[in-house]
């Protein structure tokens, strides 16, 4: 069990474009202390910490032994540590205090690897600072995760395959993809409000989210998360963009219809078309509200389907004498 503590923007001297977290900011030592004990369980048994929601190498070696400090009644039950940060600034006794502590994952954001894009993010940091950061804390032994955003202003889709071929030559410990949405009360809303950032269709987002997500699954790169975490006041912040509390559903089912229909249209079948697949991918196959299956009688087919013990992601289809093999990997060519 990871026990999540969100130190909201605690390190974070500069704010990305995008960000508000849209809680009080700790601002003290005794915020950060109640802020610890309110979030950890008050029970027997054993977890893991997860520090989120700041940046923690933008601490000084000090506040962080302090923070790391307020954990020490917990200790027997917390089995190590995982945390979130920018990957900037790199600094040697920070990460020897990561260290000492047991923190064992480190998930490094990174929005995009065009430079132009995390300038005008305000990220204050590029793709290079990433990659020392990834190779620098991977060679100190720790397990290193990426965070990725899609739908970012600017961002072509010449971006997503930039970000898909870093992380396969990365070979991150994990990845999370966040679509970007837009948040009152900050520089990227006002953006908004200017007209000078106008969203893409939000189909154009599943399709940049499921492109980084097939090119992980093909190269064995776990996906924890696709979506923003649903909590009640982040939804009354967001005013635009690509949230959606089923966002990683939509992409895999976004991915299932496309694979189909690539198959369906590769193999020329039209009118009645019988899928099999794994009962998992049921809901895969329908898509939200049966959208997937409006798409298909688009497109000239008539979709029936059989359950069977075929591995999840796969899939048959049968259409009169015809037959065909596919899998969730024909969605992108
Ligand atoms: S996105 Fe992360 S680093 Fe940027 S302001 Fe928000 S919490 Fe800080």
């Given amino acids: 069990m990871i026990v999540p503590v969100f130190l909201t923007h605690l390190g974070c001297h500069d704010r990305c474009i995008y960000c508000n977290q849209g809680y009080i900011t700790a601002r003290n030592d005794i915020d950060i202390r109640r802020l610890i004990e309110r979030s950890l369980p008050q029970k027997e048994g054993t977890y893991e910490v997860g520090l989120f929601g700041g940046n923690i190498f933008g601490l000084s070696p000090d506040v962080l032994k302090g923070i790391f400090g ?10 190590n540590f995982r945390i979130s940060t920018k990957p900037v600034p790199l600094n040697e006794e920070l990460i020897d205090i990561l260290r000492e502590q047991r923190v064992t994952v480190i998930e490094l954001g990174i929005p995009s690897f065009n430079n132009d894009i995390l300038r005008m993010l305000n990220r204050k940091h590029t793709a290079e600072d990433l ?164 798409g298909f009688e688009e497109h000239g087919l008539s979709i029936s389907r059989e359950e069977s013990d075929l591995p999840i992601g796969t899939f048959t289809l049968i259409n009169g004498p015809r037959q065909a093999e596919g899998t969730i990997f024909d969605a992108i060519p």
């Fill in 70 to 79: 307020y954990f020490d009644d917990y200790r027997e039950n917390i089995t």
């Fill in 131 to 294: 990659l020392l950061a990834f190779h620098t804390l991977k060679d100190k032994g720790f397990q290193v995760a990426l965070q990725f955003m899609v739908g970012l202003p600017d961002e072509t889709f010449d971006d997503i395959r930039e970000t898909g071929a870093n992380m396969v030559r990365l070979k991150p410990h994990y990845i999370r993809i966040y679509p970007l949405a837009v948040l009152k009360e900050t520089p990227l809303h006002t953006l908004y409000q200017e007209k000078r950032f106008v969203p893409v269709e939000f189909r154009e987002v599943l399709e940049r989210a499921l492109y980084i997500y097939l090119n992980a699954l093909r190269h064995d790169i776990k996906v924890v998360k696709m979506g923003l975490t649903d909590n009640e006041i982040l939804k009354e912040r967001i005013v635009a963009g690509y949230y959606h509390p089923a966002f990683g559903y939509l992409v895999k089912s976004f991915g299932f219809y496309r694979a189909v229909l690539a198959v369906a249209e590769r193999e020329s079948m039209k009118g009645d078309v019988t899928v099999i697949l794994n009962k998992r991918d049921v809901t895969h196959l329908l898509g939200h509200r049966r959208d997937n299956m409006k």
